[in-house]
């Protein structure tokens, strides 16, 4: 067990953290000698939730080509384990080498303002407030881990997941009866269950074991990492008296937002519809993954895509090229995401349009919005 723990934790976690960090570094995002002192508020828990978008869009782009001229599993895993691995390791170097060039010492320093923080009464709280919300998300992914929740989906996800792991079978298997049937493209455009397939075959155990047990240990975190990240943006500058003060805004405020957030999470269920209920319950669908850990990116992205059109009239390049790569992880998890993904981008880009009267952001959120484009017609024609 504590292997495949390890393994999962490799997959999981050192890959897309790696993956992350890498292309932070060489976008500029993370300075070469300035730690994590960044442009745009790189840090390690952003670089874990970009890593996702990323491998999930190379995994996409990997697997599609091989589903639709139906070609085997170990294929599709060896192609993306070789890029993943290469970007995740070349990730793990640059780490390495800032930890030289003056991370460490940005390191050392947030953890004595942290103690020195805590002797304060403002410091106690936030402390308290931050173990309420670890002991909310420690309750959340350990009931995750140890009740089993059934789905009637399953009954067709997990069978493509096993077949491909056992079979190596890339959807030409009937998942009801087991017998071999054409290439159904219309789920096959997004093989979300072909990567449960991959972390099952790294782990050493039945998809079914890594789709309902093992992948919600580190997906639910994640999503917790991106509503992080979207409440650091939202709480700094929040101050009593109306006084921006980043630090302020990012004392008190922020955990108690995310214990916010996990009470909408733990109490969401009131129907199967919800993105709560997706996240505890379906956290091994792509669906769940489509509305917990792509669309709060999409959130987070362009919201700094409106801060930089507000300061320097449009946004960096390389956030435009995380947007694409968001487009292409969506896809990965619904054929449908492809029209509601670009819908979305293209709706709030034009209100930024009307707000900042930037044209250059018109052009930029069309350029994010190929991926799906391409996408979508790739589906309407096959």
């Not at 093989?191 to 890594?210: D, M, Q, R, T």
């Not at 507000?310 to 990965?332: D, H, I, Y």
Request: glycine share 10%; net charge positive.
């Amino acid at each position: 067990m504590i292997l495949k723990l390890l393994m999962l934790g490799i997959w999981m976690v050192f890959v897309p953290l790696g993956t992350g960090y890498f292309a932070l570094s060489v976008s500029g995002t993370i300075g070469w000698k300035n730690g994590t002192g960044s442009k745009n508020g790189g840090d390690v828990w952003y670089a874990l939730g970009l890593g996702y978008i990323l491998i999930w869009a190379v995994f996409q782009l990997v697997a599609v080509p091989f589903v639709i001229k139906i070609g085997r599993f170990l294929q599709v895993a060896f192609v993306f384990e070789m890029i993943s691995l290469t970007f995740s390791i070349a990730g793990m170097l640059l780490f390495l080498l800032h930890l030289r060039y003056g991370l460490w010492e940005t390191f050392v320093s947030r953890g004595k303002d942290i103690l020195k923080a805590g002797k304060s009464r403002e410091g106690a709280l936030t402390l308290f407030l931050w173990l309420i919300f670890l002991a909310g998300l420690f309750f959340q992914v350990m009931q995750a881990y140890r009740l089993a929740y059934a789905d009637g989906d399953d009954a067709f996800y997990i069978p493509i997941s096993v077949d491909a792991y056992q079979a190596g079978e890339l959807y030409t298997g009937d998942s009801y009866t087991g017998g071999p049937t054409d290439v159904n493209l219309r789920y096959g455009l997004a093989p979300f269950p072909i990567w449960v397939a991959f972390i099952a075959s790294k782990c050493g155990v039945n998809a079914a074991v890594a789709a309902h047990s093992l992948i919600p240990l580190v997906l639910i975190p994640v999503t917790y990492v991106l509503y992080l990240e979207i409440g650091k943006m939202l709480c700094s500058g929040v101050a009593a008296g109306g006084k921006k003060d980043e630090r302020t805004g990012r004392a008190w405020f922020l955990p108690l937002f995310m214990i916010f957030v996990t009470l909408l999470q733990v109490f969401g269920n009131y129907s199967i519809y919800p993105a709560s209920t997706f996240l505890l319950t379906r956290t091994r669908q792509g669906k769940a993954a489509l509305g917990n850990v792509i669309l709060p990116f999409f959130m987070l992205l362009l919201f700094k895509i409106a801060e930089e059109v507000k300061k320097r009239g449009k946004a960096g390049w390389q956030n435009v090229l995380w947007l694409m790569a968001a487009m292409a992880a969506g896809c990965l998890c619904s054929t449908m995401a492809g029209f509601l993904c670009s819908m979305l981008v293209m709706l709030v880009v034009f209100l930024i349009f009307i707000l900042y009267r930037k044209p250059a952001v018109l052009l930029q959120g069309f350029l994010g919005c190929v991926p799906g484009i391409v996408y979508a017609l790739i589906y309407l024609k096959l």
